[in-house]
């Protein structure tokens, strides 16, 4: 297959960059995605900020038809046992809404081939090597087949693993290895008043929970790795315990089923050296990822997936004015995102001597310049 652009990811930053791609220009593109959008995906609450960004994508109709649940505060005890409530009306915005994750990526997948760029679901990335008209990419479909791609440029929008970047020299640089144990709740009746996600810092770290489309919850436990497996997070009995320890979030669940299964992901905060070079730019997770207390991710996947849109456009047409300002904007902005998360952290100082807090404490002047490029950015919680 031979096309002007692949995009190795089909989550929001790789699909945002195809629609744009292909709503903007008459460029050829590809996106190769491991899942089927049929898997389990963890939600996440955005913000009224994202509105402009679906517009642009031509879907802010189409989104708001899909029925997400709205979202009209974020809640937090964090520094205190008191309750701070921040509300989206007050910002002059709008409200936000908490998604149903596999909805919203399968928007988006679907408006890119609606838009007549080529979706391979179910095909894992192998490798990408030079060739004499620019990228070869090799991949695999689930059933075995093989999958081969010419492409003019590459788009990396593998996630934190930064698959495409890592085979090109580029290295992720970690803050820290934060991961996410998340549990999905089941409620017998609708929820009433609860349009808001809340946040609850605790001894070990802090939990997070936010009412879903279909009388479900998400409830997650943010920690690191080793306390994770000391505690036994990963296990919904170790989970259960620490939940139960809760004093806002444990009211909030009250009559919720309890999760069968829990989901653990990666969700330390990192940012690629250098973010993009010759004919390829990473965009979404692969660039820079932030802890989930930001609510960053959503946002900075479509915006970073459009801007390499229009840089990667005016590459192939001899313009690298923008490919070059790409890989500087995003370290700019992980150094604005870094002194934001210094603020938030240092204001938690009732557990200070346990070793979640310590460690925040401990790298609380850390900058883009101090941070030095990780080997890996998997993490296993799993004992």
């Known amino acids: 297959m031979k096309v002007d652009v692949a995009v190795l990811g089909g989550g929001p930053a790789g699909t945002a960059c195809a629609l744009t791609l292909r709503r903007y220009s008459d460029l050829r593109v590809a996106v190769i995605e491991r899942g089927d959008y049929s898997g389990v ?8 900020g994202v509105r402009p960004l679906l517009a642009y994508l031509g879907l802010w109709e189409k989104f708001i038809a899909d029925g997400h649940r709205r979202a009209h505060a974020t809640a937090a005890a964090w520094g205190s046992n008191e309750v701070f409530r921040q509300e989206f009306f007050f910002t002059g915005r709008g409200e936000g809404w908490h998604l149903d994750r596999c909805r919203f990526d399968r928007m988006l997948a679907l408006a890119v081939k609606e838009a007549g760029g080529r979706m391979l679901s179910n095909c894992a990335f192998r490798s990408v090597a030079r060739g004499k008209e620019g990228w070869l990419v090799a991949a695999r479909h689930r059933d075995g087949r093989q999958a081969r791609i010419s492409a003019r ?87 259960s315990a620490l939940l139960a320890s809760t004093r806002l979030t444990r009211a909030r669940v009250g009559n919720g089923s309890s999760p069968g299964t829990l989901f653990a992901r990666t969700a330390g905060s990192q940012w690629l050296r250098p973010a993009g070079g010759d004919r390829w730019l990473a965009v979404g997770d692969a660039a820079a990822a932030f802890d989930p207390l930001s609510s960053m991710g959503i946002g900075h996947a479509l915006s970073t997936g459009m801007h390499a849109a229009r840089a990667a456009n005016a590459a192939l047409e001899g313009d690298n004015e923008l490919l070059n300002q790409y890989s500087w904007s995003v370290a700019e902005n992980f150094e604005r995102f870094l002194k934001i998360r210094r603020s938030f952290y240092a204001a938690e100082r009732r557990w200070i001597q346990s070793p979640f807090w310590r460690c925040r404490q401990a790298g609380a002047r850390e900058s883009i310049g101090s941070i030095r490029p990780a080997q890996a950015s998997a993490v296993a919680v799993s004992s």
């Open 41 to 48: 995906r963890v939600g996440e609450t955005i913000g009224p």
């Open 153 to 239: 440029f590459v788009i990396d929008a593998t996630g934190r693993a930064a698959l495409v970047a890592r085979r090109l020299g580029a290295q992720p640089s970690v803050v820290d290895r934060l991961v996410g144990v998340t549990g999905f709740m089941d409620f017998p009746q609708p929820f009433n008043d609860e349009h808001f996600a809340l946040v609850e810092a605790c001894r070990d770290g802090w939990w997070y929970s936010a009412c879903l489309p279909q009388r479900r919850m998400a409830v997650t436990f943010m920690s690191d790795p080793e306390i994770v497996r000391e505690l036994r997070a990963q296990h919904v009995s170790g989970w």
